[in-house]
């Protein structure tokens, strides 16, 4: 089918023309093949051409000569563009070309799920190519004790993760030595993937894995494969620790592409709705400060006025579906994923019994076999479709897509492009459209295509010298091997100075030779590299003993709590009893009409000021805060008109979370001087806290999901009205501190993006925020304005 002919199944022969706010209409092109390289090894081209790579795209030679040559390289091109023959034909070809001591490869993905994927992969190469003797292995986590063993001492290609690099290989690296010694390339995939705090972490741990192939006498080369971002040359720089000119860079993709469509929809208006999130919200700050409002990421019932982004992308699935096509669906949330496909499972059942069972949920929490199992039945063409969260957004191949439904703004447009470049994979045709929540932001967006279609792609933002993150990883390199004062260049410009701070704490000992781990704990249980918040919550139904899935820890308490509902692959159940100690929840199997919607309240308590200066009537602070949330009831909503049919109150402990924010109070005379009154208060202020967080990654090299805030009319220990802005990482990150630091100048350049902003009440290039839980409701554009006029005034 071609992306016109999708097009005409989702309007519906023009009944549902109103619904396209936007057409934008993408050309295909023709590929541009090049020859095999002289140095490839001949017995992998065999098995290319024999799964049908003819000849390599322009941009894979380019990549692949660059790597073989010895040169670090980040390959930043589209979605199935074939990044992964760029990296493998030289990885591969160095292997079967090396002397004792053997060449070796290691494979880095952001996902097990990935991994796993390509492995699949490599072996049909490998199978193909008739070549047994390269041997390959997947190695995580997940990994027995006795096949973790055969893997350090045979495996030629070891796909893993940077979290077994940082856990176990790194500080076992003795057992790895093998691997080490041989090390010619590495291979980071997915490289936009790691931004922020885990961009940094990750930069740290890819660091002191060079540090140590060097010190066994390997030079590895790395290469990266990114989805389109800006300045792609500049992060690998970063992630590596190199100077630019180091890092060839290779942008220009030569793989064909079909003709691909991008709609931007608007649900329709639905008559009598009732405003469902006003009520949630009313419900989920209950106890918490007069005033006050929060940024957390909650999965909310649909606001009022339109239909809900889950709702209409389940027909469109449905529609898709029936008339043949092949598509994915993505969801901002796990409960939403599993909504679309129980919705459209039903559709379709309508259509012709049986059919139903075409569609199935994807998401984190599943088993790793039933995830597996799900993508090998989408390519098989067992199922049609899948109602997904951005676990399918990465690299995982699964080619063939007619179309791809986006529910909700993902966040970033290189998140969109992703999503959108799964439909029309291999040259073929394909349909992409973003399905608007009922959402200042997204309406905003289907309304203003130039700011998804015209702008440029963010750039990956992380900080590598974030002393929050370096310093603990310093600690695991030198448990891992002293570290000498040549090692100090590579984790860069500070490193020195760190360390001393490091000695003076007692985390480190200085000698003569070095600087020296003497602890017994391991070093490496002082950092956690995504943030998870510990041990995730298995769930698992009481009558058999059968392990469900999991859920993280963090959002354990809003997902599984008692009397939730737990929906898996359309099946329902209640949680029973949930048990934090031991990380598990017992549910049991009941069919019910009804979803549950967790509340909670939010605070931000001082708990030591560290630094204070008084600027004019406005106070500015920095210092440790307490974040805390408690999950305090729950409603439950029939489907499928969501109305309350009960609820109960929940006894849950709080969790808190020590970090340090930056704040800067309003008196009530500040207040009146910028005319914002009680009433108006509220949304002023939490204008001024979403533009400032958008700003900051300016000044502190972060991404905004790196912080968090809270706005308050009177915030108990400052005695005045209040904006936090806050690490979103225990202990904290630096960005906060650094926003205290250039206060002013930070303030002001929110100032000025909001005034420079030709929007008249707010939109998402001033106030609006993409993960604001409360839909971006309060907000007072002008109201901030004059606000921060008044604060900048006063210095």
């Known amino acids: 089918m071609t992306s016109d002919d999708l097009l005409d199944v989702l309007l519906a022969g023009g009944r549902r023309a109103d619904r396209a706010t936007h057409v934008e209409r993408l050309p295909g092109r023709a590929g541009r093949a090049a020859a095999w390289p002289d140095w490839a090894d001949p017995d992998l081209v065999a098995g290319y051409r024999a799964l049908g790579v003819e000849q390599p795209w322009e941009h894979q030679v380019a990549a692949a000569d660059a790597v073989h040559g010895g040169r670090h390289t980040v390959l930043a091109t589209s979605t199935g563009s074939g990044k992964s023959l760029a990296f493998w034909l030289p990885a591969l070809t160095a292997v079967r070309g090396s002397a004792a001591p053997r060449a070796t490869v290691l494979y880095l993905a952001p996902t097990k799920a990935l991994g796993a994927d390509q492995l699949v992969g490599l072996e049909r190469l490998l199978t193909t190519a008739a070549l047994p003797d390269l041997r390959v292995a997947t190695c995580d986590g997940d990994t027995g004790p006795e096949a973790r063993r055969w893997v350090s001492e045979h495996a030629d290609v070891v796909l893993t993760n940077p979290d077994f690099l940082h856990f ?173 496909a129980a919705m459209a499972q039903d559709h379709l059942e309508e259509v012709e019994p049986g059919l139903g069972s075409t569609v199935a949920a994807y998401r984190g929490g599943y088993l790793p076999e039933e995830r597996r199992a799900l993508e090998g039945a989408l390519r098989s063409g067992a199922l049609r479709a899948l109602a997904t969260t951005n676990a399918l957004e990465l690299g995982v191949d699964i080619s063939g897509l007619d179309a791809v439904l986006i529910a909700g703004w993902p966040g970033t447009r290189v998140s969109l492009w992703q999503q959108a470049g799964r439909a029309g994979r291999a040259g073929a045709d394909g349909l992409a459209v973003l399905v608007a929540r009922e959402d200042p932001l997204d309406t905003y967006l289907v309304h203003h295509p130039q700011e998804v279609v015209g702008a440029a792609v963010e750039a990956t933002v992380f900080d590598p010298q974030n002393p929050y993150v370096l310093a603990p990883h310093l600690c695991a390199a030198a448990a891992e091997r002293p570290l000498r004062s040549e090692d100090l260049a590579l984790f860069g410009p500070g490193t020195r100075e760190l360390l001393d701070v490091l000695v003076e704490r007692g ?209 108990p220990d400052t005695g005045s009205a209040t904006v936090f802005v806050h690490d979103g990482y225990p202990g904290g990150a630096g960005f906060a501190e650094r926003g205290y630091r250039l206060g002013h100048r930070w303030l002001a350049a929110t100032r000025d993006a909001i005034a420079a902003c030709g929007c008249t009440g707010g939109c998402p290039g001033c106030v609006q925020s993409p993960k604001c839980g409360n839909g971006n409701d309060p907000l007072d554009k002008a109201g901030a304005l004059r606000l921060l006029d008044v604060v900048l005034g006063e210095g």
């Open 168 to 340: 176990s290989l790194l500080p076992g690296h003795r057992r790895w030595m093998r691997l080490l010694r041989g090390l010619r390339v590495v291979v980071l995939d997915e490289a936009h993937a790691y931004r922020g705090v885990f961009g940094a972490h990750v930069s740290a741990v890819l660091r002191r894995t060079l540090r140590l192939a060097r010190g066994y006498g390997a030079e590895p080369t790395v290469v990266l494969a990114s989805a389109t971002t800006g300045d792609p040359g500049r992060s690998a720089a970063q992630l590596l620790g190199v100077p630019v000119d180091d890092v060839v860079t290779i942008t220009d993709d030569a793989s064909p592409r079909g003709r691909s469509t991008l709609v931007l929809w608007q649900p329709p208006e639905v008559p009598g709705a009732r405003s469902l999130l006003a009520a949630t919200a009313t419900l989920r700050h209950a106890g918490a400060p007069a005033g006050a409002v929060d940024e957390p990421s909650v999965d909310a019932p649909p606001a009022a006025g339109r239909r809900s982004a889950a709702s209409e992308v389940a027909e469109l699935l449905a529609d898709l579906v029936a008339s043949g096509a092949r598509a994915l669906a993505f969801a901002r949330s796990r409960r939403s994923a599993e909504s679309v």
């Open 507 to 715: 985390a480190l000992r200085r000698r003569s030779s070095g600087w020296y781990w003497t602890h017994a704990d391991p070093a490496t249980r002082l950092t956690d590299l995504r943030g998870t918040g510990g041990e995730p919550v298995r769930v698992v139904e009481e009558d058999t003993g059968r392990l469900l899935g999991t859920v993280d820890a963090a959002s354990a308490d809003a997902q599984v709590h008692p009397g939730a509902v737990y929906v898996h692959q359309g099946r329902t159940f209640l949680v029973e009893h949930l048990d934090l100690e031991a990380s598990v929840a017992l549910v049991q199997a009941h069919d019910v009409d009804h979803r549950t919607w967790a509340h909670w309240a939010s605070t931000v308590d001082i708990r030591e000021v560290r630094e204070v200066r008084q600027v004019g009537r406005v106070t500015w602070g920095f210092g440790v805060v307490d974040t805390t949330t408690q999950v305090t009831d729950f409603t439950k909503r029939r489907l499928p008109d969501l109305a309350a049919v009960g609820g109960d109150v929940l006894d849950l402990p709080p969790r808190t979370m020590r970090t340090t924010a930056v704040w800067w109070t309003a008196p009530p005379e500040v207040l009146a001087a910028a005319e914002v009154d009680d009433g108006s208060a509220p949304g002023a202020l939490h204008a001024a806290e979403h533009a400032s967080i958008g700003l900051l990654p300016l000044l502190a090299t972060c991404d905004r999901w790196d912080l968090g805030g809270l706005s308050t009319a009177m915030h």
